[in-house]
């Protein structure tokens, strides 16, 4: 099995995630135009429902098994990794079904006593074969990342994405003449279709990859029974354990829930948070004086419209987050403290780099974007709101990973905990205002971003001393200022007739500006650019 470098894993996930978030925006840009804003909140509201039952099933346990592999993996013990994968399937399925049964159950109950809007019932119906779907899934992801070869995720991302965005287009269109509940359910069972694409494609995988194994462990037994036949008695097998020391070992399961519990009961807390948020926040609106409908499309403008627009760079923090869960778990087995703050400066530095030239165009352009994309300028105000706090969220990704690979998962725990609280006690306070509506709620989810991410990078700071130089912020706030100030001047020339033109070449231009500021500043060097593969080994300087 082909086992990448933190860097080389990160770019093969940061290439499927880049290309999944721009395909994403697809159904992002049409759905609005099928079925409108209000279909797009009763799509949103089902989500936080979704994702509480998700991450029971998959919140801690592919992050443990990705974690406990590598660590197996580098002590040689194949033994071990077969043992995690089947006790993690196991938990995981059993799991899986009783959740789809009690939530099957409490469907009617949820649509007309939690939601502010009885609608959503038939999108709910449709996503429950997804927790079954997505949770044996989540496993087989956690195998391949704690085996350092993040090509089968990538594939199965990118393949998900594509039936995803077929499949809600399609079922939308198809199932809307039924009424606008209709219409969100289709959307949703489009995501369903694409969850069993990703599914196949990471059986496939797993399966052919186990064969070649497979086929490499008959040749070595062969060869052993051969050397006992003529008399010679075999080398012991490096990745075959002493019973002993089997014995000696916690027992899988048992070590599984410790593992995972901790980083499951972190999710909940974000889960948790997401699913009373949009409750609250409906609540909250309607006691400002709006009508159902109408808090149903506000907060579908701001999880299906705004918010995806936030979180596109978020496809580099999370190949990060991915990729440097193996390696610091690997580097902390064997005690590398130095392997660790490189890894942690790579992923921080790259995190910021990256994520800066967006909220920079999203903070200047956020109407013509809006415009562009939704064909809804009057939701422009809520991006411009939300796009400074983008770099807060491009590097709580990476700082997250970090605490779950050193085996502080309580403290991250702890910190989104805080986080939540005051978010919710925000929403409730401020989004009733009739002056503040939705502001009030962006302001409370803008404050929860920070607050996390602050907290989050102390606790990194206090575990491992790891602290990020002032002087690379200082450089990257300056070059987001002379970019911004080079996009607007040419934004306001005029150049081309139409005002995407423009934008677009206020962007690229601007964008190229603070990229060659960050050569020049000593951000980005030449070697970062030479571990990209295929453009990599043009720039490596050739050896006579």
């Known amino acids: 099995m082909t086992k990448q470098t933190f860097i080389k894993g990160a770019l093969i996930l940061l290439v499927a995630g880049v290309l999944n978030r721009i395909l994403g925006f697809v159904p992002r840009i049409a759905l609005p135009r099928i079925i409108g804003a209000e279909g797009v909140g009763l799509y949103q509201l089902v989500y936080p429902f ?8 998959t919140g801690g346990i592919p992050l443990a098994v990705a974690k406990w592999i590598a660590e197996a993996e580098s002590k040689g013990d194949a033994r071990r990794v077969k043992q995690i994968f089947r006790a993690a399937m196991a938990l995981s399925v059993l799991l899986a079904l009783g959740l789809t049964v009690v939530f099957a159950l409490l469907i009617p109950w949820i649509s007309t006593n939690l939601m502010t809007d009885s609608r959503v019932y038939r999108t709910l119906q449709v996503t429950t074969p997804l927790l ?138 974000g889960s948790f948070s997401y699913l009373f948020e949009s409750i609250l926040t409906a609540r909250a609106l309607a006691a ?36 440097l869960v193996p390696n610091l778990s690997e580097a902390a087995a064997k005690g590398d403290r130095s392997t660790i703050h490189k890894r942690l400066h790579q992923s921080m530095r790259l995190s910021l780099v990256t994520g800066a030239p967006f909220v920079v165009v999203m903070g200047l352009f956020a109407e013509p974007i809006c415009l562009l994309l939704y064909d809804h300028a009057d939701i422009a105000p809520m991006l411009k709101w939300m796009a400074p706090i983008g770099l807060f969220i491009y590097l709580q990704a990476p700082l997250q990973a970090a605490l779950q690979a050193l085996d502080k998962p309580g403290t991250a725990l702890m910190n989104t905990l805080i986080g939540a609280i005051v978010k919710l006690v925000l929403i409730v306070e401020l989004a009733s205002r009739p002056e503040l509506g939705i502001y009030g709620a962006l302001i409370a989810i803008n404050v929860n971003i920070a607050l996390v991410t602050l907290l989050h990078g102390f606790s990194v700071m206090r575990a491992v001393g790891f602290r990020m130089k002032m002087l690379d912020f200082i450089k990257v706030g ?14 306001n020339q005029h150049l081309l007739p139409a005002s995407w033109h423009n934008l677009l070449v206020a962007s690229l231009l601007g964008g190229l500006l603070y990229i060659g500021l960050m050569i020049k500043m000593g951000i980005v060097n030449k070697d970062d650019v030479t571990r990209i593969p295929v453009l990599g080994k043009w720039l490596r300087p050739r050896k006579l």
Request: charged content about 10%.
């Open 50 to 57: 979704l994702i509480v039952m998700l991450t029971v099933i």
């Open 478 to 491: 300056t070059a987001m200022i002379i970019m911004g100030a080079a996009s607007l001047w040419i934004m």
């Open 132 to 269: 079954l779907i997505i949770g044996i899934g989540s496993v087989y992801r956690g195998y391949f990342q704690g085996k350092q070869n993040m090509i089968p995720t990538a594939v199965s991302q990118t393949v998900e994405t594509i039936i995803r965005i077929i499949g809600s287009l399609l079922f939308a269109s198809w199932l809307l003449p039924y009424g606008i509940e209709w219409g969100a359910a289709g959307a949703m069972l489009g995501v369903v279709a694409g969850e069993i694409a990703a599914l196949a494609i990471l059986l496939w995988n797993y399966k052919d990859k186990n064969n070649g194994a497979q086929d490499k462990s008959a040749q070595h037994q062969q060869a052993a029974n051969e050397a006992e036949a003529g008399g010679v008695t075999a080398p012991p097998s490096k990745t075959a354990p002493s019973p002993r020391k089997l014995l000696k070992r916690q027992p899988i399961l048992r070590r599984l829930i410790g593992l995972s519990v901790p980083v499951t009961a972190s999710k909940l807390i």
């Open 288 to 323: 400002a004086g709006l009508l159902a409908a109408e808090a149903t499309a506000l907060y579908g403008a701001l999880q299906g419209m705004i918010i995806p627009i936030l979180l596109l760079p978020t496809a580099l923090t999370y190949s990060l987050a991915v990729s």
